[in-house]
């Protein structure tokens, strides 16, 4: 949990921001100091559920969620009255990585949600991945491309019971 040093203690969070400043993520002798997820550029608060975008590249991609309510969350409407929220908005080339992020961190309603990608702006086909969780635990990874901006990717679904 905490480090000792000649200087006092050091915190696993600070242990972890020091392994990432330090390029930990290609460096094997830090990379125990990481939790997972920290290398992956899945960024944000979990929630239940949690959709979380991740692609590689400048270009800038967008992230949709419509809760069984109907309301959509994006970063045009980045919360929902049913206590979903848009934290994470990357724009291309982020610090850590690409990450969208929608989440209920209390608790979204049970239903559909569904889901898709937006290529707002860049050039050339660009990769996706989507890692849904609930409950604290990864439900399901959607993969996917879009191919020129203002596109959007095929739809996804998931039901929330």
Do not use: H
């Given at each position: 949990e905490f480090?000792y040093?000649?200087?006092?203690q050091i ?10 400043i330090?390029?930990?993520c290609e460096?094997?002798?830090c990379?125990d100091?990481?939790?997972p997820?920290?290398?992956s550029?899945?960024t944000?608060?979990?929630g239940?559920?949690?959709f979380?975008l991740?692609w590689s ?5 967008d992230?949709?969620?419509?809760d ?12 929902a ?7 994470v ?17 209390q ?14 702006s ?7 991945n989507i ?5 604290l ?7 996917g ?6 596109t959007?990717s095929?739809s996804f679904?998931?039901v929330?019971s």
């Amino acid at each position: 949990e905490f480090a000792y040093t000649d200087a006092g203690q050091i915190s696993q969070a600070d242990l972890q921001d020091i392994a990432l400043i330090c390029g930990a993520c290609e460096e094997p002798s830090c990379l125990d100091l990481l939790e997972p997820s920290a290398c992956s550029g899945v960024t944000g608060e979990d929630g239940s559920p949690r959709f979380n975008l991740t692609w590689s590249g400048a270009s800038d991609l967008d992230l949709y969620v419509t809760d069984p309510n109907g309301e959509t969350i994006s970063y045009q409407n980045p919360s929902a009255a049913s206590g979903g929220m848009l934290d994470v908005d990357c724009t291309g080339n982020c610090t850590g990585g690409n990450s969208e992020n929608i989440t209920w961190p209390q608790g979204g309603p049970s239903g559909t949600y569904t889901f898709y990608v937006n290529y707002f702006s860049g050039s050339g086909t660009v990769n996706f991945n989507i890692l849904v969780r609930d409950n604290l635990q990864d439900i399901r990874t959607e993969s996917g491309s879009v191919t020129e901006a203002g596109t959007n990717s095929a739809s996804f679904t998931y039901v929330k019971s």
